[in-house]
Nanobody, 126 residues
Framework: QVQLVESGGGLVQAGGSLRLSCAAS????????MGWFRQAPGKEREFVGA????????YYADSVKGRFTISSDNAKSTVYLQMNSLGPEDTAVYYC???????????????????WGQGTQVTVSS
């Protein structure tokens, strides 16, 4: 059983930056691809980005491409989401998730993920 714990959320002004962390435990970190999703009030859960098991490939939603960067530290079993140029539209609860799937298509689909963190709130003020 893999446990995921996110941290780093908070309140930031538009144009600012935040870095979210997601620490994994209880499993073999390198066996999983990791994804980030977000959910705003009244909206469906939305794919933000993902990193492959090897860490060699990253994928992003068009809405965050060029602003967000995913990285992974295998030694710390931690995945990061660096968010720059934040806008009010980025306000949401952000979740990290782990999956044994490692294909571009399925990494974008939240139902493909086996384990989820509790979420961390990101609020961007205008």
């Amino acid at each position: 059983q893999v446990q995921l714990v996110e941290s780093g959320g908070g309140l930031v002004q538009a144009g600012g930056s935040l870095r979210l962390s997601c620490a994994a435990s209880g499993g073999t970190y390198s066996s999983y691809a990791m994804g980030w999703f977000r959910q705003a009030p009244g909206k469906e859960r939305e794919f933000v980005g993902a990193i492959s098991r090897s860490g060699g490939s990253t994928y992003y939603a068009d809405s965050v491409k060029g602003r967000f960067t995913i990285s992974s530290d295998n030694a710390k079993s931690t995945v990061y989401l660096q968010m720059n140029s934040l806008g009010p539209e980025d306000t949401a609860v952000y979740y990290c998730a782990a999956t044994s799937v490692d294909s571009y298509y399925w990494l974008q689909v939240w139902t493909a993920y086996d384990y989820w963190g509790q979420g961390t709130q990101v609020t961007v003020s205008s």
